[in-house]
């Protein structure tokens, strides 16, 4: 399935970016340490986002199937960038907190899910993914 994104460069290290089928946007900025304001989320924060919403998304679709809510779940990611060149991301550290009561074996199922969201197993080998699951008994 294809799914069409247009990027207008707005000037000044800015852009939109427009979702095709909703019509959805969302606005970057380069960062303050790479010439940009830090006005918005720059095009790496926009990968670590897309790390956090799909780790969750993947749990939560496999807890639909298993009649499971994930509830209040959060999600935190921490980015970090390489302290020499090239200059990309270096480590990506996510913790993903869960409320609720779950067996082992759904427990399981979750943490494997988390593990196989589709971004994850995008990402270059070079990209350190520290992945936290907290269970908190609701």
Known sequence: MSVPIDITYEGQLHTTAVHGP???KIATDAPKDNMGKGEAFSPTDLLATALGTCIITTM???GQREGLTLGDATVHVEKEMTATGPRRV???AVVVNLK???TDVQRQKLTNAAHACPVHKSL???VQVEL???WADA
């Open 90 to 92: 270096a480590k990506l």
């Open 60 to 62: 939560a679709i496999v």
């Open 132 to 134: 936290t699951l907290n």
């Open 124 to 126: 270059h080998p070079d």
């Open 100 to 102: 609720g009561q779950y």
């Open 22 to 24: 909703s019509g959805a």
